[in-house]
């Protein structure tokens, strides 16, 4: 049943409700609802509590800031489908009058990002005490923000904001303003959500001042020292009309100014208007950005102070730790564990910038990584479940969720089982299996339409076959892959995939006590017959083919269908000079090789020193890893991209060998791989309630375990 007590703004008694979602083959114009984009409302609820404690309930459809008596509260609530949609919890103590406000926004875009666009835009909130008895929604009151305007920018995510101090109500948040003439929020009669408490964690929420501050012509130069995802606060001085130009980057150009024509596709140029005196600027919607140029200062306006809130999935720095300066190992770790903390927010981000979308292919990688760096796994199963629900909609999942884009990509779905059996390994809960096992099985039966009598796919249509991205990243690989319509036939990976597949849906069987099904080995066999290739003794892109692109291979490699008189040759393929895959798959194929035993060669790719490595990514100056090994790699690099983050847990499993299994009584393997060069290397892990510590020394790598303390949150 739906929650009642949704408020709306009375504007939206005239806007219409809309379904955004369908297949993505499928022509679906955004519905014509009549709502407004770019909207912002500040909201204000005013309620005297009885003496107790009482727990405040706060949901918002798109999205708040909320404030309690003036102090900075939370924010959210985490994107997901109004079928099952999240409140926010926050203690709140009774026996006087509360004040909560509210920065409510609705986007009205159809993207990666919300489910906006199709006309709910709502708040409902309750507060309820402690013993349950007693509940109390208090008073409305609401005023449209005008202070915010500008263009869309990124795949259509992001609205700027040129922000006019002069239409901000300064101060609306503390109890002693007066809301005078503010409207009084009304009734949402259409509101069908049905609202579940929110699985994870709040965002942490950080101030960041600038690690350096340089003048440039007209204005200052901020540079935050890394890669960020926040927004930007700042305090200034001038006369009413005053006009500051803020402008955001990843990088700096030649002339060492600000490149705020992002090579990612964002254009991050914006407006701030100043009222008469001080002016605060007030941010709404978060960027990806290491550096800031506030230009217009040569007329006498005064910039008096300006920072960074970030924001991010709660991350504790000093729990996971690597320390080893050989072939800039710690320095890879360092950059993948930043990009997973800025695409780690409400979901895992492909990117905190163009696109704001939480991938399932990308998930796999950057939800192991995160579990390994915090030691939770509370946003990878929430991670999960917003695919599942995706079911809906496509029954071999979409490849973003739970955003409002439909897009569908055939090797992702493919990987999802690799989903909860990452829970799995780090937590043992055979129930949240048995929870997933429907949409495992669902994916199973639509791929079964694809099947031919032996077992292989061929002509997978309904989606993307992705194989890797961008197309120059593909080795060359021989078979047609144009969009929306895949070639005829049969060809390797997404074969590779399915067997891949089948592999993690059998061992999901064994685990729930399910009937096998052992389809997996016959897949395999029609495998070889229709791609080794013995003269090469490597994997070919499809039947019809002599080329054997490495894509052809890391995914035989990684799920042990390379037969053992190709492991010389698949080692020999990943080393060719210029022979090149992107860095997701590159993760499949360092576990190809781990699987093999060869982890010197895994080492060597690892630390690579060509430009097809993360070492690049140093050389170019990354404080996150990128989406392609160098920024010219790609015609749109996002800077910033956790899908390039599985050198964190190919350290930490492949080589440092701590390997989570629950059915070992510690909860993990330690099996250390480490080439004895390594004589400083130091690791530290959260897992399962413990402290796990790897060192190397005089050639030997030696395990501690201690208890899981409170640490001191590093950066």
């Not at 008469?276 to 910039?303: C, T």
């Not at 509370?378 to 979409?398: E, G, Y």
């Not at 190919?650 to 330690?670: H, M, N, Q, T």
């Amino acid at each position: 049943m739906a929650e009642k007590g949704w408020m709306t703004v009375r504007l939206w008694r005239t806007v219409r409700q809309g379904d955004v979602f369908h297949r993505e083959r499928e022509e679906a114009p955004a519905p014509e609802t009549g709502a407004p984009q770019n909207l912002h409302v500040l909201a204000r609820g005013r309620v005297r509590l009885p003496p107790g404690r009482w727990t405040l309930r706060l949901s918002a459809d798109d999205y708040y800031h909320a404030w309690l008596n003036g102090r900075w509260l939370g924010q959210g609530p985490a994107p997901a489908y109004h079928s099952n949609y999240y409140y926010q919890e926050y203690p709140v103590e009774g026996g006087r009058t509360v004040t909560v406000a509210l920065h409510l926004y609705y986007q009205g875009l159809v993207n990666r990002v919300w489910n906006s666009g199709d006309g709910r835009c709502a708040l409902w909130a309750e507060f309820v005490r402690e013993d349950g008895r007693a509940r109390c929604a208090g008073e409305w009151r609401y005023q449209i923000c005008r202070a915010y305007s500008g263009d869309i920018v990124g795949y259509d995510t992001q609205f700027l904001e040129n922000f006019d101090s002069r239409r901000w109500p300064e101060g609306w948040e503390q109890p002693w303003f007066r809301a005078k003439g503010w409207g009084r929020m009304v009734p949402a009669p259409w509101a069908d959500y049905r609202l579940a408490p929110q699985p994870t964690a709040g965002l942490q929420r950080s101030r960041v001042d600038p690690a350096e501050r340089r003048p440039v012509p007209g204005g200052v130069l901020l540079d935050f020292g890394r890669e960020r995802t926040g927004t930007l606060h700042a305090a200034a001085r001038g006369r009413a009309g005053d006009r500051l130009i803020l402008r955001f980057g990843e990088e700096l150009d030649e002339t060492g100014r600000v490149r705020f024509d992002m090579r990612c596709g964002c254009r991050y140029e914006e407006a701030w208007t100043l009222r008469e005196g001080e002016s605060v600027l007030h941010q709404y919607d978060y960027k990806a950005f290491r550096y800031v140029e506030v230009l217009g200062l040569e007329d006498g306006a005064e910039l008096a102070q300006c920072w960074v809130w970030e924001r991010h999935y709660p991350m504790d720095g000093g729990l996971c730790t690597l320390s080893c300066g050989a072939d800039e190992l710690e320095d890879i770790f360092r950059i993948c564990k930043n990009a997973v903390r800025c695409g780690s927010q409400e979901g895992y981000l492909d990117c905190p910038s163009r696109e704001k979308g939480q991938y399932l292919g990308d998930a796999v990688v950057t939800a192991r990584a995160q579990v390994w760096l915090t030691g939770k796994t509370d946003l990878l199963r929430k991670c999960v479940r917003d695919f599942m629900a995706s079911a809906r909609v496509s029954p071999a999942l979409l490849a973003v969720a739970p955003g409002s884009l439909m897009q569908e990509i055939a090797d992702f779905s493919l990987l999802f089982p690799a989903l909860p059996l990452t829970d799995y390994d780090f937590t043992g809960d055979r129930e949240f299996l048995r929870e997933c096992w429907p949409a495992v099985e669902g994916i199973a039966g639509y791929f079964a339409q694809y099947r031919r009598p032996d077992g292989l796919l061929e002509h997978v249509a309904h989606g993307w076959n992705l194989v890797d991205w961008p197309e120059s990243a593909r080795d060359g690989y021989d078979f047609p892959l144009t969009r929306p319509e895949v070639g005829e036939g049969c060809h390797n990976v997404i074969n590779a995939l399915w067997f891949g597949f089948l592999l993690m849906k059998e061992k999901l069987e064994r685990l729930l006590g399910l009937p096998l099904t052992h389809e997996s080995q016959r897949v395999g066999t029609a495998f070889l017959k229709a791609f080794w290739r013995w003269d090469q003794k490597l994997f070919a892109d499809s039947e019809a083919s002599a080329h054997c692109s490495l894509h052809a291979n890391l995914y035989p490699a990684c799920f042990g269908l390379t037969p053992a008189v190709g492991e010389d040759a698949y080692e020999r393929l990943l080393s060719v000079p210029g022979r090149f895959c992107g860095p997701l798959p590159m993760y499949f194929a360092l576990r190809g090789l781990g699987r093999m035993g060869r982890h010197k060669a895994l080492y060597r790719l690892l630390t690579r020193e060509d430009a097809y490595g993360w070492r690049n990514m140093l050389r170019e100056g990354a404080t996150a890893c990128f989406e392609a090994w160098g920024r010219d790699q790609k015609w749109n690099t996002s800077l910033c991209h956790p899908w390039a983050a599985g050198a964190i847990p190919l350290i930490i499993e492949e080589l440092a060998g701590v390997k989570p299994d629950p059915d070992w009584p510690s909860g993990f393997r330690f099996q250390p791989r480490l080439p004895a060069k390594l004589d400083d290397f130091s690791l530290q892990v959260p897992l399962r309630g413990q402290l796990v510590r790897v060192e190397q020394q005089e050639w030997r790598a030696a395990l501690t375990v201690a208890p899981l303390k409170t640490n001191r949150r590093g950066d």
